[in-house]
């Protein structure tokens, strides 16, 4: 199978026999066999029965329902746990996402060897209620963890199979998926220019929640992406600093008080009078509170069963069911 597909949906019974029937004209053209898989996330309106009666008509249509909705990024994870082409593309169900973009990020990915591509959607119709939140989430991005893209959460992405078999995509971690991919080794990540058409059919599914809940994954996905095996460098560095500065401003208080009361300096203010006092003493506490936070996360860490593995991009000398496997490394 040269090309799959992954499309999740929720309550998107309007478009999806028109999106359909434009993804196997564009297939068809360009020669590509094709799987499309349509993943219903617990859609409550007719959304599922037009899934199978489009299968009825096209053969090549796949499907996948979730009892309740769970989430965009869940519909990507069980998508791409169910796809078996060689290069996989996303998209949502809405038809603003244009499916004669296909050719050129399947050939991006065969012929130009990126990992990843990612849609950009340089002019889009949407209101600066959107579009500048987005401007802001996107140049955060870049600035944390250095992907060049200008739109990270665009839909609309390619991917090598090995790729997708290689992400845990959770919660609301798919607007992240080039950051997850980057910290699993993939580095060659592109960017496409893409068209951006108007809704069609329905609403918007997002609220202005999203934005909030972006800046919380992106601490998250931050902290997973760097830190998850070696929590320590995080708790423990912010932990010391944070300790020292309240050693430094007790300390300095304390040197004070004792010249004071041995006459060596002119009377000193009651030290509990001065604020900064209480700044040192919060800093000081905070800083073991972080300490003992990392140590016990390294030691919760130790009992992980993940903690050690680690996937193998490829191998020489093995048998070739060896080859691209998750491992797991205990060291002597």
Not at 254 to 278: E, Q, T, V, W, Y
Request: with cysteine.
């Amino acid at each position: 199978m040269e090309l799959s597909i992954v499309i999740p949906l929720y309550n998107e019974e309007e478009s999806l026999r028109e999106l359909v029937r434009w993804i196997d004209s564009v297939t068809q053209a360009n020669k590509l066999s094709s799987e499309i898989i349509l993943i219903d996330d617990g859609s409550t309106d007719n959304s599922w029965l037009v899934v199978n009666e489009i299968r009825e008509e096209y053969p090549q249509v796949k499907g996948a329902r979730f009892a309740v909705n769970h989430g965009k990024s869940a519909a990507l994870h069980v998508g791409f746990g169910l796809c078996t082409g060689d290069v996989v593309i996303s998209m949502d169900a809405d038809l603003q996402d244009s499916p004669d973009e296909i050719p050129e990020l399947f050939r991006m990915i065969m012929k130009e060897n990126y990992d990843l591509v990612s849609g950009w959607k340089k002019k889009r119709l949407d209101p600066l209620s959107k579009t500048i939140p987005t401007k802001i989430y996107n140049a955060t991005v870049k600035w944390v963890h250095g992907i060049r893209l200008h739109d990270m959460n665009c839909g609309l992405k390619a991917y090598k199979r090995d790729v997708v078999k290689s992400l845990e995509v959770y919660g609301e971690m798919h607007r992240f998926i080039p950051v997850i991919a980057k910290a699993a080794g993939f580095n060659k990540i592109g960017e496409k220019v893409v068209e951006h058409r108007a809704r069609k059919y329905g609403k918007t599914k997002f609220g202005m929640n999203r934005f909030i809940n972006g800046f919380l994954d992106l601490l998250t996905i931050t902290f997973i992406t760097k830190y998850t095996r070696r929590p320590m460098h995080f708790f423990g560095f912010w932990g010391t600093i944070s300790a020292l500065i309240g050693a430094s401003v007790l300390g300095t208080f304390g040197i004070i008080k004792i010249l004071d009361l041995s006459g060596a300096i002119d009377p000193f203010p009651l030290i509990n009078h001065i604020p900064a006092l209480f700044f040192g003493t919060v800093a000081f506490l905070l800083g073991i509170l972080l300490f003992s936070t990392g140590l016990l996360a390294e030691l919760i860490g130790r009992n992980s069963p993940i903690r050690n593995n680690y996937q193998v991009k490829e191998t020489v000398g093995f048998s070739r069911e060896k080859e691209s496997v998750e491992t797991s490394h205990t060291g002597s």
